[in-house]
């Protein structure tokens, strides 16, 4: 039975799925900048490279954290444009924001059924800080943020140490990912239950036999797990 959840952050509890690299390409896009997904791709993995080891970002909330990246990509992309990075910040957030609220509604309703949640996710050494942000704080009893515990998704030991940190035999844990590589697979390799979080967008699954649990957004959740154990309902 399970009775435990735990969440990725980037992607699925600030994005329902919708990875921030598609973000900033549609953003990109409709600000006139007409560049190849791959040389965008090439700036956001490079904003990234910087952020798993930038000591400001390890403290810095959601606001802050987006501003260092869009000015790391326009770096990279050589469009330092004080306006471009304005208009692309202000266009991040807000989506996030909403599915943000509306996710800590969804965790306050999962926790009202029982279950205990937690986050595990490759972070930037603000994975706390961006939970108290967002308001997710109150309904966690883990959070292991990649850098703080030295150990990073898709290795299996990740999952093995929140479910030692949470005391669950791995077979009682929930992961919910939008990465098929990095939340499904290696948390099933340890025995827990899995649910991927394809999005709205059509997505062909890799190994169906890995997957407990299909969602295109996390509301459907409650429902999903409703079926899988009606003692949740």
């Known amino acids: 039975m399970v009775r435990t959840i ?3 952050m980037g992607g699925t509890l600030d994005g329902d799925g919708l990875h921030w690299l598609d973000r900033f390409v549609a953003f990109y ?4 900048v007409d560049l190849p997904r791959e040389s965008i791709r090439l700036a956001f993995d490079e904003a990234e490279r910087r952020a798993a080891t930038d000591e400001l970002i390890a403290s810095a909330d959601f606001r802050q954290m987006i501003e260092r990246h869009v000015k790391w990509q326009l770096e990279q992309l050589g469009l330092e444009n004080r306006g471009l990075e304005q ?3 202000g266009a991040f957030i807000p989506p996030v924001r909403k599915a943000a609220a509306a996710n800590m509604i969804l965790l306050a309703d999962l926790v009202a059924r029982g279950l205990e949640l937690g986050v595990v996710s490759n972070g930037c050494g603000n994975v706390e800080k961006l939970c108290a942000d967002f308001g997710y ?7 292991v943020d990649s850098r703080c515990v030295g150990l990073f998704k898709p290795d299996p030991a990740i999952f093995l140490h929140a479910a030692g940190k949470l005391g669950r035999d791995p077979g009682e844990i929930m992961m919910v990912g939008d990465s098929f ?3 499904v697979r290696p948390a099933k390799q340890i025995g827990m239950k899995t649910a991927w979080l394809q999005g709205l967008e059509s997505r062909t699954c890799p190994e169906p036999s890995l997957v407990d649990l299909h969602l295109r957004q996390l509301a459907d959740l409650p ?3 409703a079926a899988l154990s009606p003692a949740l309902a």
């Not at 896009?29 to 006139?32: A, D, E, L, N, T």
């Not at 704080?137 to 959070?143: E, R």
């Open 181 to 183: 590589d990095r939340d």
């Open 223 to 225: 429902g999903a797990l």
């Open 87 to 89: 208009d692309l910040v």
């Open 29 to 32: 896009r409709s600000f006139g």
């Open 6 to 8: 735990l969440f990725d």
């Open 137 to 143: 704080t109150p309904f966690l009893s883990v959070i």
